[in-house]
C-alpha cells in the first residue's frame, strides 16, 4: 500500500493550495483519512480528518480556512487551504486508517510528505 501525496508549493500569505493524496495497492477498506503536518523540531500535529461517511474534525488553527474532502470511489483525500498564514509553513502528512483483507486489523498509513512554505 502507497500513499502519494502532491500539491504542496510556496504561496504568498493570503494565498491558497490545495493538497491531494490518493492510496493505491491492495485495499480492501478505508475508515478515517487525514493531514497532518510537522514543522522541524516539533511534534506532528492533526490538521484534519474525515471519517469515510464524510464527518470532519478540524484543527482550531485551521477552522474556517482549510477544509477536507475524500473520493472514496479513488481512495483518495484533498485538503484545500485557503487564507494561508506564514505560521502555516510546515511539512504536511496525509494519513490513512486502511486493511487489505476483511480478516485482518485496520493499520495507519502515511504519505512521503509534501513542503507547503507561506512567504512573501
Known amino acids: 500500500v502507497q500513499l502519494q501525496a502532491s500539491g504542496g508549493g510556496l504561496v504568498q500569505p493570503g494565498g491558497s493550495l490545495r493538497l491531494s493524496c490518493a492510496a493505491s495497492g491492495r485495499i480492501f477498506s478505508i475508515n478515517d483519512m487525514g493531514w497532518y503536518r510537522q514543522d522541524p523540531g516539533k511534534q506532528r500535529e492533526l490538521v484534519a480528518t474525515i471519517t469515510r461517511g464524510g464527518i470532519t474534525n478540524y484543527a482550531d488553527s485551521v477552522k474556517g480556512r482549510f477544509t477536507v474532502s475524500r473520493d472514496n470511489d479513488k481512495n483518495t483525500v484533498y485538503l484545500s487551504m485557503n487564507s494561508l498564514k506564514p505560521e502555516d509553513t510546515a511539512v504536511y502528512y496525509c494519513?490513512?486508517?486502511?486493511?487489505?483483507?476483511?480478516?485482518?486489523?485496520?493499520?495507519?498509513?502515511w504519505g512521503q510528505g509534501t513542503q507547503v512554505t507561506v512567504s512573501s
Open positions: 494519513n490513512a486508517e486502511l486493511r487489505y483483507s476483511r480478516y485482518v486489523a485496520y493499520t495507519d498509513y
